[in-house]
């Protein structure tokens, strides 16, 4: 050990120094707090009047203003001292899950095959045995998620209504195949439909994707309490426009997955325990698989034989009652997804990046190349005392080098940044939302969504780049005088 004085142990890396609030505290509380109700009411008027899915020209206006205030409340609450700062994070993620309750979806109809994949599964029929408009099913079809078809030109009007077998129109998409998502998520669905009052259509799964969203934030800021971190931190992920909107206004199942994988490598310790949370979470949607690499990180043999037959018996089991349901029906829609989404070998549809210097056809190997050396770099040089640091590097640039365009998967990006403030990594999931809206503003090509992930990689590049070289100069200050407090 080398002879440098300690530093205190609640002192965490990342943008926000020190413990008190410093010069400037005292206008601090009430400017975040302004700050906050303005994000609040932006929120809101995004879900209420911002546009929709299928009038989607004002919204790109309404997410960026979110995001202006929410980089600046990032910006004040380093001021705040950490027990008003706890209070301010828990409070203004309640009021943003309150905001993203004020209307239906707004920018995805996912929602909608999860309140049938509950219906079908309440009635005890797997939901992987038939897609929504097959006839077997058709008892259950309710006017809700099935109206009938209206007259005139446009028999299924709406941005989330097309036709269905049987003379009705549906606001399932995708109603000829198969659902896609697997058992613990199909879980959560059958759980809120269970939980749900008869005709309360899509507002249970709001407020379920709300209470996982809070619980989100409860677990962050309990693990960053157990390290010793700072609980501002927490603020990237409970402040952050994405959540309330993508979490909650569309109550997309990832947010039940990252509360798991936050569980897993923020709260839980034994290797056993730790395995079961993330195979549960990978059962819920499958990119949580991709923290793996930094939670076996430098670990022992020993825990490494716990962990993982831990985190593959979840899996194991709770797909076991839908392989004896529906056989090889469990998977889904799945190899048609990766087909439609451009993840095929010579698609050129996704791999922006690396399509700027390679032929389309080398691109997807290229990138599993890549994503495998990440994950080898973070088993071999991961820091064991952090794994939510190789998860995040190993989930951010898999999104940068696959580049989708379905802004929620970010959502994970989101909670691992928390851990340590990583604020730059929080480019990679706003990427997906300009490639998302974008596209809805009706601007076409693959060149958008090389420029978003392009700046999105060199953010997070700088933003790396600047801390190391801070790191740098202060290992030489210390090295040449006394320590000095950061300002």
């Known amino acids: 050990m080398s002879g440098e004085p300690a530093r205190p142990a609640r002192r965490s890396p990342g943008p926000f120094p020190g413990r008190s609030a410093g010069p400037g505290g005292r206008w601090a509380v009430p400017v975040l707090v302004l700050l906050l109700v303005a994000l609040t009411a932006e929120v809101a008027a995004t879900v209420a009047v911002g546009g929709t899915f299928g009038d989607p020209r004002r919204l790109p206006y309404w997410y960026a203003g979110a995001w202006l205030l929410f980089a ?61 408009d097959a006839p077997e099913p058709a008892r259950l079809r309710g006017p809700w998620l099935f109206p009938p078809v209206a007259e005139g030109p446009d028999p299924c009007p709406g941005w989330d209504s097309r036709p269905a077998t049987g003379g009705v129109c549906t606001r399932i998409n995708r109603p000829a195949v198969h659902t896609i998502y697997p058992p613990v998520a199909e879980g959560w669905f059958l759980l809120v439909h269970e939980l749900s009052p008869s005709g309360a259509r899509h507002k249970p799964m709001q407020l379920g994707g709300a209470a996982l969203a809070l619980a989100t934030t409860g677990a962050l800021l309990l693990a960053l309490r157990r390290r010793g971190g700072d609980p501002r931190g927490a603020a990237l992920w409970a402040w952050c426009p994405l959540v309330p909107v993508a979490a909650v206004n569309d109550a997309h199942v990832d947010t039940l997955g990252v509360l798991l994988t ?4 923020g709260v839980a310790t034994a290797p056993v325990r730790r395995g079961a949370l993330l195979g549960a ?18 670990r022992p043999r020993r825990e490494w034989l716990r962990l993982v037959p831990a985190a593959v018996a979840v899996v194991a089991l709770t797909y076991l009652p839908y392989v004896l349901a529906s056989g090889a029906g469990v998977l889904g829609y799945l190899p048609g997804y990766l087909h439609e989404e451009g993840y095929e070998p010579g698609a050129v549809h996704r791999f922006a990046l690396l399509r700027l210097v390679l032929p389309d056809a080398a691109a997807g190997p290229a990138a ?17 005392r952090r794994p939510w640091h190789g998860a995040l590097i190993m989930t951010g640039i898999t999104l940068l080098l696959t580049s989708p365009s379905y802004y929620w998967y970010g959502l994970l990006v989101v909670a691992l940044a928390a851990f340590e403030n990583r604020w730059e990594w929080l480019a990679v999931p706003l990427a997906g939302l300009a490639l998302y809206t974008g596209g809805e503003f009706r601007i076409h090509g693959d060149t958008l969504q090389t420029l978003v992930y392009a700046g999105a990689a060199l953010i997070v590049t700088a933003g790396t780049l600047t801390r190391h070289l801070r790191r740098l100069a202060g290992a030489t200050d210390s090295s040449t005088g006394p320590t000095v407090a950061p300002s």
Not at 262 to 265: E, F
Not at 288 to 296: E, I, K, N, Q, Y
């Open 281 to 298: 979470a990978i059962a819920v949607k499958l990119l949580p698989g991709l923290v793996m690499p930094g939670a076996l990180a430098r």
């Open 262 to 265: 936050v569980l897993a490598l």
């Open 72 to 132: 600046a409340a990032l910006l004040v609450v380093r001021k705040v001292p950490r027990r008003a700062a706890t209070v301010l994070v828990v409070t203004g993620a309640a009021a943003l899950a309150l905001a993203g309750l004020v209307a239906p979806p707004r920018t995805s109809d996912d929602m909608y095959r999860y309140v049938w994949d509950g219906t079908v599964q309440s009635a005890g029929i797997s939901p992987y045995a038939y897609s929504p």
């Open 368 to 384: 599993l190349a890549a994503i495998a050396v990440t994950a080898l770099y973070v088993l071999l040089r991961g820091d064991p």
